[in-house]
């Protein structure tokens, strides 16, 4: 071809598209939050090594990133194989893709560029512990099961009481998650599972080793908060349901996820044991409550009818009954129902078998119950415009014993073991102690330490 001619051929060729810059919001902290944080966070740095912020990788003595020269970055060297030896990051996981491998180098030789959006002001003290203004949200109550600390929900952090509830809390147990949607007690007592995340951007599983105060487990997965956790009876499992409507199961000491099912249609906020563990039970606001296989991960029923109509609403809450394949449930229609766990007649369409009975119902939705040691009597606690009730049932009668009204959304309640107390929680961030008897109200407790603030002056000059 002739010189000129190939010259403006070269000219009508169309550009190639340039390639973008790699982001460190959009494309590096992902990667970070899912593969990294669990073992690299304030509460457990792996390492003497955080890996959370942009500073946490270029700043301080020894950066793992040093911008503009992939080859000194000790980041890099850690995820990349080398000489047919698999990388040594993530340990236990299967190793970074080469395309992810590669938009790191590309990153880094990149000039390594923050682009993260500022944060939103989150006030901490010196221990990294939040400062509060004024009582956050309270998500969700547990108790242990020898019945002597009570786990309380904060912001971005689980706050442990004496079961009195009198006082300032024991232990304060401060994890990456912003948002804590559920705590729940290992059945020994030693472990605690809190489930949560930051919403819209990732879920969180959090397992503390309870005397120690120690992060044992942290577990990244999808784009929102997680919810209703629960333990297999030998403590080895942890379930959650997750905003992108399935339900999962972990192994309780490494976060090895062994169970992943999908057939709810939307979020799925509550799960629960077989007595033998064999299989799992799931709530949803798609109105259905299903039974898995754990072994199989198969579905196998929905134990709540499938009629149109037959459920008003989402249901919210499950707990399953001491020692009983049998379910109490809450949701959007207000009653407290109980269910059998397993069916023993064929399915009709239309047909409700498995429910055992439905209690009278509350005002609003019923966001929580919890069941009494023996599975005589169980609490249930609901909200409706700003308001909240709190009522006690006994298993074999449809009206509740009593009924508190409380003036404030409630989205938690909890049984004291001992029998004596229930407890509930919501959204003015209080505490509030009842009698099992009678509902009579025992004590009230801002659960969270606060600063002096305009908030306690009016809450003092109101009571």
């Known amino acids: 071809m002739r010189p000129w001619l190939a010259a403006t051929a070269l000219l009508l060729m169309p550009a190639l598209p340039a390639q973008d810059a790699v982001s460190f919001a959009d494309d590096v902290l ?13 509460a457990k740095a792996s390492g003497g090594t955080q890996l959370i912020t942009h500073l946490d990788l270029v700043g301080g003595e020894s950066p793992v990133v040093v911008p503009g020269k992939p080859e000194e970055s000790l980041l890099l060297e850690v995820v990349t194989p080398f000489d047919g030896d698999a990388p040594s990051m993530p340990p236990g996981a299967d190793a ?34 939040p400062i509060y203004r004024k009582p956050p949200v309270v998500t969700s109550l547990a108790y242990s099961p020898d019945g002597k600390t009570l786990a309380v929900t904060g912001r971005g952090e689980v706050l442990l009481h004496r079961s009195d509830v009198s006082g300032a809390p024991i232990a304060r147990l401060v994890g990456l998650s912003e948002r804590i949607e559920t705590v729940t ?55 959650f349901g997750c905003t992108d409507n399935t339900v999962r199961v972990v192994q309780s000491a490494t976060g090895e996820e062994v169970l992943f099912q999908g057939a709810h249609s939307d979020w799925v906020l509550g799960t629960a044991f077989s007595s033998d563990d064999s299989h799992l039970v799931t709530v949803s606001r798609d109105r259905s409550m299903k039974l898995i296989k754990v072994e199989s991960q198969q579905f196998i029923d929905n134990i709540t009818s ?66 009494n040691d023996d599975g005589t009597r169980f609490v249930a606690g609901a909200s409706l415009r700003g308001s909240g009730t709190v009522s006690l049932y006994d298993v074999g009668k449809e009206a509740p014993l009593w009924t508190r009204e409380v003036p404030s959304g409630v989205y938690t309640v909890a049984y004291r073991p001992n029998g004596q107390e229930v407890v509930a929680g919501g959204f003015d961030g209080i505490v509030r102690v009842l009698a099992a008897s009678d509902g009579e109200l025992l004590r009230e407790l801002v659960p969270v330490p606060l600063e002096k603030s305009s908030w306690n002056l009016l809450e003092q000059s109101a009571r």
């Open 185 to 239: 007690f290992s059945p020994d007592g030693k472990r605690l599972a809190a489930c949560g995340g930051a919403p819209a951007l990732r879920g969180e599983l959090q397992i503390w080793d309870v005397p120690g105060q120690e992060l044992l487990v942290s577990k990244n997965l999808t784009y929102d908060t997680l919810r209703g956790a629960s333990w297999s009876g030998d403590g080895k499992r942890v379930a």
């Open 30 to 42: 992902p990667v970070l939050t899912k593969h990294c944080h669990g073992c690299h966070q304030p």
């Open 306 to 371: 499938i009629t149109p109509g037959a459920l008003r609403g989402g249901l919210m809450a499950v707990a399953r009954r001491p020692k009983l394949d049998q379910l109490l449930v809450g949701g959007a229609d207000g009653s407290p129902k109980m269910y059998k766990m397993y069916r023993e007649e064929k399915r009709v369409i239309g047909d409700d078998f498995n429910l055992l009975r439905a209690f009278t119902r509350l005002p609003g939705r019923v966001f929580s119950v919890a069941w």
């Open 96 to 129: 970074l893709s080469g395309a992810t491998v590669d938009m790191l180098r590309r990153w880094i030789a990149e000039g390594a560029l923050d682009d993260s959006p500022p944060a939103p002001a989150d006030e901490r003290n010196e221990m990294g512990e």
